[in-house]
């Protein structure tokens, strides 16, 4: 086995670990395993060959921010100014998470 296989193979491990550390308390163990293995499968199917960069967990904290952002934003202006406020960041910036995702679901909507 090579060390790219070998790697490939300890990500699975990882993302089978992770995936059913995550869904046994909503699952009983079997269901679990079998989810778990489905996602690890799913993962490595789908970036097979690819070479992939690993984000930092910051960047995991600011996609669920932007949802968060998204999921609250009512398309006011005092709704950007207290987002902005709550989460710290500028008012300009909650626009263009918004459009981001505005963006995201027109390309979704065009692919159906």
């Known amino acids: 086995m090579t060390d790219q296989e070998v790697r490939w193979m300890e990500l699975a491990d990882t993302l089978e670990g992770l995936a059913l550390q995550t869904l046994a308390p909503l699952l009983e163990r079997e ?18 060959g690819a070479q992939l960069y690993v984000h930092s967990e910051a ?16 398309g006011t202006v005092a709704s950007a100014r207290a987002l902005a406020a709550c989460y710290d960041i500028h008012e300009m910036h909650v626009y263009r998470i918004v459009a981001r995702a505005q963006g995201r679901e027109r390309a979704d909507r065009r692919r159906r």
């Open 31 to 48: 269901q679990a395993l079998l989810a778990a293995e489905q996602i690890a499968i799913g993962l490595l199917e789908r970036y097979r």
């Open 59 to 74: 960047a995991i904290a600011r996609r669920r921010r932007d949802r968060m952002i998204v999921e609250q934003h009512d």
